[in-house]
């Protein structure tokens, strides 16, 4: 599940409360295999290599 779910949730939503849906998925995510792919290898300065693992 990445961030796109709450973006069409904007549409009914004020700005407080889209954020706040953002930053739960964000917080989700971060836990995630490919994040700390990706933390790695903008660290190492390589391109990452995902592999779907997610909630």
């Known amino acids: ?6 973006h069409g ?3 009914c939503r004020d700005l407080p409360a889209l954020l706040e ?3 739960v998925v964000q917080e989700r995510l971060r836990w995630t295999e490919d994040y700390r ?3 790695c ?3 190492d ?6 592999t779907g693992n997610g909630p």
């Open 1 to 6: 599940m990445g961030s796109r779910p709450s």
């Open 9 to 11: 949730a904007g549409r």
């Open 21 to 23: 849906a953002e930053a």
């Open 37 to 39: 792919a990706a933390v």
């Open 41 to 43: 290898a903008f660290l």
């Open 45 to 50: 300065g390589r391109p990452p290599s995902f």
